[in-house]
């Protein structure tokens, strides 16, 4: 956890869209987050090794490194770091391997709300809207240039 109780979240997922859609929606609804986005796992694995991340939110199917290959370098390194899984290509066997690693499972197509609770009940706190919009939201790629 960062500094004030501030919470980071790491979302990972090769559509763009998506991920900034979800962060949009996650620091309209609470300042005491700190959301990065970036799209492949080897960007993540470089935020992870450069600060510290409470919540890592990735997708499974993305180019270069999967999320399961994420999921397995996280959970091997970074045991504090909670995770949640997102797939379009859903099956009981992925959900068992996300679960064996520690990590929570969503399918795709999903309603934002039903993300939103995992992720907070995945940070152990019952936030509640404390401020409209004040939160971050970062893109990696963005990032390297300031």
Same mark, same amino acid.
């Given at each position: ?11 990972v997922?090769? %559509?763009?869209?998506? $991920? ?18 970036? /799209? !492949?796992?080897?960007?993540?694995? %470089? *935020?992870i090794? !450069?600060r ?13 490194? $999967? ?12 045991? /504090?770091?909670?995770? *949640? @899984? ?8 992925? %959900?068992?391997?996300? @679960?064996?690693?520690?990590? /929570?499972? *969503?399918? =795709?197509?999903?309603? *934002?709300?039903?993300? =939103? =609770? ?22 990696? =790629? /963005?990032?390297? !240039?300031?």
């Amino acid at each position: 956890m960062g500094k004030n109780g501030v919470k980071h979240i790491l979302i990972v997922d090769d %559509e763009e869209d998506l $991920t900034w859609g979800i962060s949009r929606s996650l620091i309209r609804d609470n300042c005491l987050l700190e959301v990065t986005c970036v /799209n !492949s796992g080897s960007e993540a694995l %470089e *935020i992870i090794h !450069s600060r510290p991340v409470d919540l890592l939110v990735t997708d499974i199917r993305m180019p270069g490194l $999967t999320g399961l290959e994420l999921l397995e370098e996280v959970h091997r390194n970074h045991l /504090n770091i909670k995770i *949640i @899984v997102m797939t379009a290509y859903g099956s009981p066997e992925v %959900e068992a391997k996300v @679960v064996k690693q520690g990590g /929570n499972y *969503i399918e =795709k197509p999903f309603e *934002i709300s039903r993300l =939103k =609770k995992m992720i907070y009940c995945a940070l152990e706190e019952g936030f509640s809207s404390c401020c409209s919009g004040s939160g971050s939201v970062r893109n990696f =790629k /963005n990032m390297e !240039s300031s």
